[in-house]
């Protein structure tokens, strides 16, 4: 069973920073795409970045020059770095895995984390 589990969501203040990170666990061949999403109350859920296994990555406009998505594809791990934190960043961040395991491939959702970034 693969299971990704969230961590480094809380509360913070406009222009503040915060790391989110992720693992996935269980019997995995091989992850091809992994990243973020999030979802703010009352709209649906966006993507925020994504990052190959090739370290390609892929940014939402509204996050590009203050997010930065990084794995480590050894320990099946990916973070999300963001700094100059605004208001409509608040929301429930979920991570996500594109991968190969003994099924065949399939995608995976973590349980999501709260970040909330005041005014």
């Known amino acids: 069973q693969v299971q990704l589990v969230e961590s480094g969501g809380g509360l913070v203040q406009a222009g503040g920073s915060l790391r989110l990170s992720c693992a996935a666990s269980?019997?995995?061949?091989?992850?091809?795409?992994m990243g973020w999403y999030r979802q703010a109350p009352g709209k649906q859920r966006e993507l925020v970045a994504t990052i190959n296994s090739d370290s390609s990555t892929n940014y939402a406009d509204s996050v590009k020059g203050r997010f930065t998505i990084s794995r480590v594809n050894a320990k099946n791990t990916v973070a999300l770095q963001m700094n100059s934190l605004k208001p409509e960043d608040t929301g429930v961040y979920y991570c996500?895995?594109?991968?190969?395991?003994?099924?065949?491939?399939?995608?995976?959702w973590g349980q999501g984390t709260q970040v909330t970034v005041s005014s």
């Open positions: 996500h895995a594109d991968l190969w395991t003994v099924v065949g491939g399939t995608d995976y």
């Open positions: 269980g019997t995995i061949f091989s992850i091809n795409t």
